[in-house]
């Protein structure tokens, strides 16, 4: 009962508070998280960190959240950092720099362990970090005018905290090529080297951004939770391990409340009590 009035104090509090660089949604289960400074191609600042550090949070803990979208305002999804906040760093001593770099290494770390599924719906141009916050999310898609790139080196800098994940997404034979060139990409490109996942018409962006989300939605919300848990933990395991944890996994699953509800709706040919009608 306390628990539940905390989750709706929570709830009405995402809802009723205003952000001064994002905007934050919720509507049938889904958060939908804008970035919202147009006029700088949503280039990030230590606001924008903050505040979506702030509802990524706000995201993992309210159970009603079921899928979180993340996207840009305007024509670009995000030009990398605000020139105005590199102004700033050019002065700041090295452990200035250093917890900077650590709250975007802790945000976009917060996003990719997020236990909800994350759709980067990518609406334009996506530079440096991000292409890092992209990265971040499980699914892509991303507008066929979208460019990429991971300029870093034209500053006479890397894309040292976004590496992890970039690297995740196109492995190191790619890597290599643009973090070292620092070229930009096409959509198409973009698609073939695996940093994206669709690429779609600006067009049908919505429409397929809609139709992953559906997909999502219809899934359990545990199961989905443990895949993401799964595919951090199995690659640095060893298969003796692997073998280990993954009957524990599955066997704890199939005892599970979600379980029980997903396979006893299969044998009966209805629809899981998490699909909602």
């Known amino acids: 009962m306390l628990q539940s009035l905390i ?6 509090e995402c809802k009723m508070q205003n952000y001064e660089t994002i905007i934050f949604e919720i509507k049938d289960q889904v958060a939908k998280i804008s970035l919202n400074r147009p006029q700088v191609h949503n280039a990030f600042n230590k606001t924008m960190v903050e505040e979506l550090f702030n509802v990524f949070q706000k995201a993992a803990r309210d159970s009603e959240i079921r899928v979180v979208i993340l996207t840009g305002k305007g024509k670009s999804f995000c030009a990398g950092a605000d020139l105005n906040w590199m102004r700033e760093i050019v ?16 945000l976009l770390y917060l996003i990719y362990s997020l236990p909800k599924p ?11 970090g ?3 916050l992209m990265c971040a999310c499980d699914i892509i898609i991303a507008s066929e005018k979208a460019k990429f790139g991971l ?3 034209k500053l006479g800098l890397v894309p040292a905290v976004i590496s992890p994940y970039v690297i995740k997404r196109i492995g190191e034979s790619f890597a290599r090529r643009y973090f070292l060139t620092g070229e930009r990409l096409t959509a198409e490109q973009a698609l073939k080297i695996g940093l994206i996942n669709m690429a779609v018409s600006e067009e049908k962006l919505d429409d397929e ?10 899934s359990g919300p545990n199961a989905i939770a443990n895949c993401k848990k799964l595919l951090t933990t199995i690659p640095a395991m060893s298969l003796e391990e692997a073998k280990v944890y993954t009957a524990k996994m599955i066997a704890n699953l199939r005892v599970s409340e979600e379980g029980q509800e997903g396979m006893s709706a299969f ?3 209805r629809k899981p009590n998490w699909i909602k009608s």
Do not use: H, M, W
Not at 118 to 128: E, F, K, L
Not at 212 to 217: D, F, I, P
């Open 209 to 218: 951004v809609e139709k992953v989300t559906t997909y999502l939605l219809t």
């Open 130 to 132: 991000g292409t890092g």
């Open 118 to 128: 994350t759709i980067a719906r990518v609406n334009g141009t996506t530079i440096g």
């Open 267 to 269: 044998l009966e040919k």
């Open 151 to 153: 300029s870093e080196v």
């Open 7 to 12: 989750q709706n104090l929570e709830f009405l």
């Open 91 to 106: 002065n700041y001593s090295y452990e200035e720099n250093l917890e900077e770099s650590k709250q975007i290494a802790e």
